[in-house]
């Protein structure tokens, strides 16, 4: 097994999600402000760790199966101290999410530092939001309509409690992936920053399970 040690105004775009108006342009990772300081660390893990579940989900082998938990493991102890977590709950909510929920946050999380784009949906390049829940669904082979309203009603509704990571987080113009624990999410928030690992910041959201409907 590889283990490897890691050190303006707001207006609602016509995908449904946040884009700044006259705020410094979001297509250059010079101008994103906002940027994870353990970004790095996250994504090297993400990138393992998304290997190794393909790899497994092919294999069904106990040796796929210990490395994706090693760094599935790594990626939620940087994300949840990136958000200052507990790091062992964050671990527990991946591990027992379903494997499509689990690849799905670990695809998005491959992309934490690449700027938000208006419109876009581009591994590397830039995202939007529902151009985010789509990579990362698209990645665990779910296809999601591109709108972030669409893609909340057509999910299966959940409370807080039964919500898992990968499941989607939305308020009115905005969707993001839930990491499985308190408040903690994956997004592409709006012009001038990133994908990033934060916290749900709006009192009132609804979550969804993609995989299901209602």
Partial sequence: MRRRAFAGALVVSSLGCIAGVNA?????????????????????????????????????????????????AATASWTAKELGYDEMAMVDAWSSAPLDHQRAVLGALTQVGVPYRSNTSSEGVGFDCSGLTTYAWQGAGLELYRQSGTQI???????????????????????????????AIVHSVQTGRTVEVDTIRRGSVRFGDPTQSD
């Fill in 24 to 72: 410094v342009d979001g297509g250059s990772a010079a101008a994103a402000t906002n940027v994870n300081e353990h970004a790095a660390e996250i994504t090297a893990a993400a990138n393992e760790a998304v290997a190794a579940l393909d790899a497994y989900r092919v294999s069904g082998s106990v040796e796929d199966e210990l490395t994706l938990a090693w760094y599935r």
């Fill in 153 to 183: 009603s057509e999910a299966r509704s959940l409370s807080k409690d039964e919500a898992q990571a990968g499941d989607l987080v939305y308020y009115p113009g905005h969707v993001m992936l839930y990491l499985g624990v308190d408040d």
